[in-house]
């Protein structure tokens, strides 16, 4: 691993929330003390100047300087042969490289308006794609845990003042049952979320995931790896979270990268603190956790200031970690209930305009997997996997309980709906087996793998291969041996159909030999009975 940037500036995580702060329980009469969901016992933790690793002024230079080039179609169309070249051809020791920030806001800077220009952008971003990830699309699903919280974040319907929701959290026969009806759609990876207040503390958590676990179902279901998107922690906080071995990424947000955007929009409680938010990926890699996950909430800034500040911060990792983010995710503002800003976004991000946001990162930052929201329609979905996204949620509720309480009918999550209890609205709410079918009709391989994660192959290890381009003999069969398995044991004749034409032309795409035989094999072992192979 290499070494790490330190400077001057000092940040910790101080006993008490800043200004003694307070929050008012809708269940109680009285108001209690804050108390931090994650208090920092490794003090001496320097890091670089966070005004540094996203560094406002070059961002806006960047975006002034280059639109002149953006009209230049030659200056364009060389960008993108560079971006193809970088991440399809060996440059040094390291395949994979993306674009420059000045090249990513030439690309960013084009008339949208310009559809031939929009469509070479989006061809080689899934050129790039495919390359690297293949025909691949993971699935998995978020479950959350508690909507308690005591952030005043603008956009979310569990921001503390909002009246409107009915605040809980899940009891231990809760989860379960929730994990048990995710398992019966097929699922294998889950996304945990939780707001953050002390009703349902980082213990609480640290607990709910020995509990998800533990949870086994008829006819071959366990949950193989949970990923999380929870409150900021400390170091001595993500060591915890690390030495569980239950986690494989841990995901957090910046919201918006902007200093002012971000002030307005979120105004009280700790995710406040801009400086110590953009740090939290610095600590979880500090804390052992080397697979991290960045996002952007598009819709409260521009979003081209945005896409350069998401690289800057994914380079800043690389550079200092020998990693960058596992994962980027992709949401657009949704309606959420009591919150005015959702309805009305204050910087709106057209289909258009989203397509090439997604394209351009691609191009920007082609070794990360990018994540596809069910805020998006189905046919909004559709066309961003033609442009990058290499993995999706599916069969999603936003809402406490909703998997096991009203598993067949999410309608009240669709947008319009009158489900208060939903941090924010979904536009596709359809079952994972719809989802599959669709994919598998488009000829993408629905996949469901954990098994970099429990192989070891993360951090620093997953970036060496995927950025050599060795990924393929390690993902791609995996994919179809999960593909395999969901069909057996979870399939409707259509799937069964489907997936079997899938996997019989994708068996014989690009495989080393070894590769391909290995795969042979383990099809058979699966066909007899056996489960959870991987390479």
């Not at 960047?62 to 399809?88: F, H, N, P, Y």
């Not at 009806?181 to 939780?194: D, E, S, W």
């Amino acid at each position: 691993m290499r070494t790490i940037q330190t400077c001057s500036v000092r940040f910790r995580l101080s006993a008490a929330f800043p200004g003694g702060r307070r929050y008012h329980d809708n269940n109680r009469s009285t108001p209690r003390a804050l108390v931090p969901w994650s208090v920092e016992r490794e003090t001496d933790h320097t890091y670089k100047n966070p005004a540094e690793i996203v560094h406002d002024p070059t961002i806006v230079e960047a975006l002034i300087s280059t639109k002149e080039w953006a009209k230049d179609r030659t200056v364009v169309r060389d960008i993108l042969q560079q971006a193809k070249e970088r991440a399809l051809k060996p440059q040094g020791s390291e395949y994979v490289q993306g674009l420059t920030l000045m090249e990513m806001a030439t690309l960013l800077n084009t008339d949208l308006a310009d559809n031939d220009l929009n469509e070479e952008i989006f061809a080689a971003a899934l050129e790039i794609k495919e390359k690297i990830y293949g025909n691949r699309i993971v699935l998995f699903a978020p479950l959350y845990l508690s909507n308690f919280c005591v952030n005043d974040c603008q956009y979310c319907t569990f921001r503390a003042p909002n009246k409107t929701v009915t605040r809980s959290l899940l009891s231990d026969e809760d989860v379960r049952r929730e994990t048990e009806a995710l398992q019966a759609q097929g699922h294998k990876r889950l996304l945990v979320l939780t707001g953050e207040h002390p009703k349902y503390s980082f213990e609480d958590l640290l607990h709910a995931l020995d509990v998800i676990y533990d949870v086994h179902s008829a006819p071959c279901s366990e949950i193989r790896r949970l990923n999380v998107e929870i409150p900021s922690l400390s170091v001595s906080d993500m060591k915890r979270l690390k030495a569980t071995n239950k986690i494989g990424t841990y995901t957090l947000f910046q919201e918006t990268y902007h200093r002012p955007t971000f002030s307005k929009y979120h105004l009280g409680g700790p995710k406040a603190q801009y400086d110590h938010r953009l740090l939290t990926q610095d600590r979880a890699m500090r804390g052992g956790i080397d697979d991290v996950g960045l996002g952007v909430l598009f819709g409260l800034g521009d979003p081209n200031y945005e896409c350069l500040a998401l690289k800057m911060h994914a380079d800043h990792l690389d550079a200092s970690y020998g990693a960058g983010p596992h994962t980027i995710s992709f949401p657009r503002l949704r309606p959420a209930a009591g919150s005015y800003i959702s309805r009305h976004p204050p910087r709106p991000v057209g289909d258009v305009e989203f397509l090439r946001v997604v394209a351009v990162m691609r191009l920007a930052v082609p070794y990360t997997g990018m994540i596809l929201s069910t805020r998006e329609s189905p046919e909004m979905r559709t066309k961003l996997l033609k442009v990058g996204m290499s993995q999706m949620s599916a069969g999603s509720r936003t809402d406490l309980g909703g998997y096991h309480r009203n598993p067949s009918d999410a309608s009240d999550l669709l947008l319009g709906g009158k489900n208060l209890n939903g941090q924010f609205s979904l536009l596709d709410t359809r079952p994972v087996s719809d989802v599959v079918v669709d994919l598998l009709q488009q000829g993408y391989v629905p996949s469901w793998c954990t098994a970099c994660y429990r192989a070891g192959r993360t951090g620093e290890d997953f970036m060496k291969i995927a950025k050599r381009g060795d990924i393929q003999n390690f993902c791609h069969p995996n994919s179809l041996l999960t593909l395999q398995e969901y069909l057996k044991h979870y399939g409707s004749p259509a799937e069964v159909e489907l997936g079997r034409q899938v996997i019989r032309r994708e068996a014989e795409y690009g495989l080393a030999p070894w590769a391909k035989h290995k795969l042979e094999d383990y099809m058979a072992r699966i066909d007899a009975g056996e489960k959870d192979l991987y390479f």
